[in-house]
């Protein structure tokens, strides 16, 4: 069992890296994509940035744990677990309402067109949203915005 488990050490082990970052240090903050699901919608997640930066480090909490001074409208928790020194980056955070999601807010109504849905016949409005590229626009329902 110690032989297995000391394998399995080895294979972990060979990918990591021993980084550590002093107070001040500028660093990249890496966001899942997958698991921000309240930071930022798009229709393709896989090209979505995963690392926003560069923030500096305010405080050192622990051996890993690194406190980041963020902006003042972020609703990220500031406490994180190993930043990252190097990435492709996006230089802004997303904006995060109060709610936990983005603000939505309309840009224009790109085209329009009518579905049927059951026995009733509704309008629906392609709308491109602020803030998100224009393949993130979604069909919504006219009557949503009179």
Known sequence: MERA??????FADK???ECEFLVG????LKLQPY??????KVVNQKL???????????????????????PDESRIHPTF???VDH?????????VGIDGDLPKVLVKIVDRCIV?????????VLVEWANTFLEDSTWESFSDFR
Request: include cysteine; charge should be positive.
């Open 35 to 40: 698991h921000q699901h309240s930071l930022r």
């Open 25 to 28: 240090d500028l660093v990249y």
């Open 81 to 83: 677990h190993k930043p």
């Open 116 to 124: 049927k849905r059951g026995n009733q016949v509704v309008t629906e």
């Open 87 to 95: 990435a492709f980056i996006s230089p802004l955070l997303p904006l």
């Open 48 to 70: 979505s940035p995963r690392y926003y930066g560069p923030y500096p480090i305010e405080t050192k909490i622990g051996q890993v744990a690194y406190k980041l001074t963020l």
């Open 15 to 17: 990918n990591r890296s």
């Open 5 to 10: 488990q000391e394998c399995m050490k080895q």
